[in-house]
């Protein structure tokens, strides 16, 4: 190579490398996009994985599986009323 001469580097990329960051891609707009309900379901499993045990202890005793659920949330949503009832009005003098 001469001192006049510029080195020309030629970089070939292969089809199979340009389909798997297309579809790389793809998948990273995809999961982005359901990230929300994503998002929801873990929610919902680890509920469901929390309250099982008691659903599963009022089984034993004999209640149903639905009413046992029903009974579940119930007490939760009630707990939950009462934790803002008692909380917030404080919050507010504060």
Same mark, same amino acid.
Do not use: C, D, H, Y
């Given at each position: #190579?001469?001192?006049?001469?510029?080195? %020309?580097?030629?970089?070939? *990329?292969?089809?199979?490398? #340009?389909? /798997? +960051? #297309?579809?790389?891609? /793809? !998948?990273?707009?995809?999961? *982005?996009?359901?990230?929300?309900? %994503?998002?929801?379901?873990?929610?919902?499993? #680890? *509920?469901? !994985?929390?309250?099982?045990?008691?659903?599963?202890? +009022?089984?034993?005793?004999?209640?149903?599986?639905?009413?046992?659920?029903?009974? /579940?949330?119930?007490?939760?949503?009630?707990? =939950? %009323?009462? %934790?803002?009832?008692? =909380?917030?009005?404080?919050?507010?003098?504060?």
């Amino acid at each position: #190579m001469t001192a006049g001469q510029a080195r %020309v580097i030629r970089i070939e *990329i292969a089809p199979w490398t #340009m389909i /798997v +960051l #297309m579809l790389v891609i /793809v !998948g990273l707009w995809l999961f *982005i996009r359901l990230l929300p309900v %994503v998002l929801v379901l873990v929610v919902a499993l #680890m *509920i469901v !994985g929390t309250l099982a045990p008691a659903v599963l202890w +009022l089984e034993k005793r004999g209640v149903r599986r639905g009413a046992g659920i029903a009974i /579940v949330f119930s007490a939760l949503s009630v707990a =939950t %009323v009462l %934790v803002f009832l008692l =909380t917030i009005p404080e919050l507010v003098n504060q």
